[in-house]
């Protein structure tokens, strides 16, 4: 990649640098800077935009590949992403979706490509299989943002991927745990596993997510005042044990019963002497679920799935998912008559809109309540003006 030096004051140098060509128009491309120094030191700094340049701008058409531009847009949006979201996209970019059209250059891309693709990881898939349709959306998820900013960057005249066609998940049926299940898991889980007991009840009281719970310290709860707060996730990316915010990047307060609070209790006097057997103090900063005996290390998401798995075999339940305490939550306090804003706030969902989305069958029916609380109305206006 070339450059170019002029003076344009006893101390002022303009530098210019070749950027290749326009994916559109075809013509020339420049990035040009005022420079103020020495001579000497204007061509350095020369030198360093010609790398600069090059370390980014494709030098041809033919290097603006879906690939190229995959990775240029993972590594732009990788500030902005978790940990997980990171490793998550990655895997999906490189296992996925490079082997098949990572070689396409991104203006020949097409919807029928697109949909093509889609159609084979549904009927085929790869070495694990055939693509579920939320994975799939997932993948189609990640071509079509790329593409968006691949048409700010210049790249493409129009995304492709707004005209393709993934396939369309079907609605899953929920089947939220029923309260004397959850009451008959929580007695199995005491004794054989009371800090799994203790996990249970906490999950079971707020909805909160599975990373939430394990990213818990000491200092989050308020056993006096009967508290939570939930400001962090744990999660599992590339193998290593990650904290980051939660999911819609928002702490929230929730209140606990007496019930969960003397659980907790049970659960903190039983962490205490066990760090103090070992010669250690239990900080506010201890992890509330650990293995280590002094709660520096939390417990890892899938040492809370497979012994609740575990848990349901020995109670002799089926189909039941720890995430189902989540919906269990969000059913009962629907089916209480909590109102959905409320309901959002404890899951933790961003707008109430999404709650309702997910669990608006669950909703009591009160149509019946409103034409009769209509009528009345209308009865009384009525009366009103005889």
């Known amino acids: 990649m070339s450059g170019s030096l002029r003076q344009r004051g006893e101390r002022s140098w303009q530098l210019r640098v070749h950027a290749g060509r326009d994916s559109i128009t075809g013509r020339k491309r420049y990035v040009e800077k005022t420079f103020h120094g020495t001579r000497r030191q204007a061509e350095r700094a020369l030198a360093a935009l010609v790398t600069e340049t090059d370390s980014y701008v494709p030098r041809n058409n033919k290097e603006a590949t879906l690939g190229r531009l995959l990775n240029e847009w993972l590594e732009n949006m990788t500030p902005s992403f978790s940990p997980r979201t990171v490793t998550v996209t990655k895997n999906y970019i490189e296992k996925s979706i490079v082997p098949k059209l990572g070689a396409i250059p991104v203006s020949k891309l097409s919807p029928l490509d697109l949909d093509r693709f889609y159609r084979h990881l549904l009927n085929i898939g790869g070495p694990r299989g055939e693509y579920s349709p939320s994975t799939i959306r997932r993948i189609h ?17 129009h995304n492709p991927a707004i005209d393709a066609s993934p396939p369309r998940v079907p609605v899953r049926r929920l089947s939220p745990p029923e309260p004397e299940l959850v009451v008959r898991l929580f007695k199995i889980a005491k004794e054989a596993d009371p800090a799994l007991a203790a996990f249970v009840v906490l999950a079971a009281a707020t909805g909160a997510r599975r990373g939430e719970l394990i990213a818990l310290r000491w200092d989050d709860l308020d056993l006096e005042r009967a508290t939570m707060t939930i400001e962090r996730g744990v999660v599992l990316a590339d193998g290593e044990l990650t904290e980051q915010m939660t999911k819609t990047h928002q702490s929230r307060r929730l209140a606990l019963d007496g019930g ?33 005996v002094d709660g520096s290390i939390p417990w890892r998401p899938d040492s809370t799935t497979s012994p609740f798995r575990s848990l349901c075999d020995r109670a002799g339940v089926k189909g039941i998912r720890l995430h189902d305490l989540r919906h269990y939550v969000a059913t009962r306090l629907l089916a209480a008559g909590v109102d959905i804003r409320t309901v959002a706030g404890r899951l933790g969902h961003r707008n109430p809109s999404t709650t309702l989305n997910v669990y608006a069958h669950f909703v009591p029916q009160s149509d019946h309540e409103a034409a009769v609380a209509l009528g009345r109305l209308f009865d009384a206006a009525l009366k009103a003006a005889d």
Do not use: P
């Not at 998820?141 to 005249?157: D, E, Y």
């Open 141 to 157: 998820g990640i071509i079509r943002s790329a593409l968006s900013q691949g048409v700010r960057w210049g790249c493409l005249r």
């Open 260 to 292: 969960t609070v003397q659980t907790m209790r049970k659960h903190y006097d039983h962490a205490k002497a066990t760090a103090e057997a070992f010669g250690f103090d239990l900080n506010r900063q201890a992890f509330v679920f650990s293995n280590a």
